[in-house]
Structure formats: structure tokens, C-alpha cells
């Protein structure tokens, strides 16, 4: 099976349309930040939207830290800088923030997105919890 999905999305426009289905399509929140060290949004998916209140287009450039607030637990976050700093995946919950200032439990995994063995981007697979 996963040999006839390859064949029919062979190619880098195949990858391509078929990610961008599933982001922006999918029920769970994606966000996708670069590998930069602010790890700034590239994108986001209509989920991130329900989630959180903000535009998709609004946080392109920003720091997902716009969810954070007071009641954000700083060790989750440190375990998070964590991961990124070793190049490993992360999983978490903790308490952000919507647009309009509503806390929330965001339950949150971090994968690195490779092309080999560099690190190209993270995607945040987030929801509710």
C-alpha cells in the first residue's frame, strides 16, 4: 500500500499537494515555524484559526510565543527548547492563550521536518486537550 501511494505522489509537486491537503484539511491545528532560531511561522492551517482565534495570514513571520501568557508553564517550554536544541521531537500540554486573551490546554506534539539530516522546519500538530 504505502508503495502505491508513493508511486502516485512521486515527485516534489506530488509531496507538495498531497502535505497540503492533509494541513489544510486536517481537524488538529498545524503550524509549521522555519529552522531558524525564533522559528518563526511559515504556516498555518484553518484549524489554527478554530483554535486559537488568529488568522493564518496574521501570524505568518511571528514567534509561536504569541500564545503564551502568564499561565504558561516555563518548564513545558523549556523541555520544548529542549527538543529543538537537540534535534528531537517533543510532546506537551500547557496552558496559552487565544487572540482574544482566553486561556486554553494546548496538548502539542514538535517533529522535525528533514530533507536528509537537516532540519528544514518543525510542524506542530496542536489541539485542545
Same mark, same amino acid.
Given at each position: ?38 522559528? #518563526? ?6 484549524? *489554527? ?6 488568522? !493564518?495570514?496574521? @501570524?505568518?513571520? &511571528? ?32 496552558? #496559552? ?6 486561556? *486554553? ?6 517533529? !522535525?521536518?528533514? @530533507?536528509?539530516? &537537516? ?11
Amino acid at each position: 500500500m504505502a508503495g502505491s501511494l508513493m508511486k502516485v505522489m512521486s515527485g516534489a509537486d506530488g509531496s507538495l499537494a498531497l502535505l497540503q491537503v492533509l494541513a489544510d484539511h486536517s481537524f488538529d491545528s498545524v503550524l509549521i515555524t522555519d529552522a531558524s532560531t525564533d522559528s #518563526n511561522i511559515i504556516y498555518a492551517n484553518k484549524a *489554527f484559526k478554530k483554535l486559537t482565534g488568529y488568522d !493564518p495570514v496574521s @501570524v505568518i513571520g &511571528k514567534s509561536p510565543r504569541i500564545l503564551q501568557g502568564p499561565g504558561t508553564n516555563s518548564k513545558v517550554i523549556a523541555r520544548l527548547a529542549s527538543a529543538l536544541r537537540s534535534r528531537g521531537k517533543f510532546k506537551g500540554k500547557a496552558v #496559552n492563550y487565544k487572540k482574544d486573551g482566553t486561556p *486554553f490546554i494546548m496538548d502539542w506534539r514538535v517533529l !522535525p521536518i528533514k @530533507v536528509g539530516k &537537516k532540519i528544514v522546519a518543525w510542524v506542530a500538530i496542536q489541539r485542545e486537550g
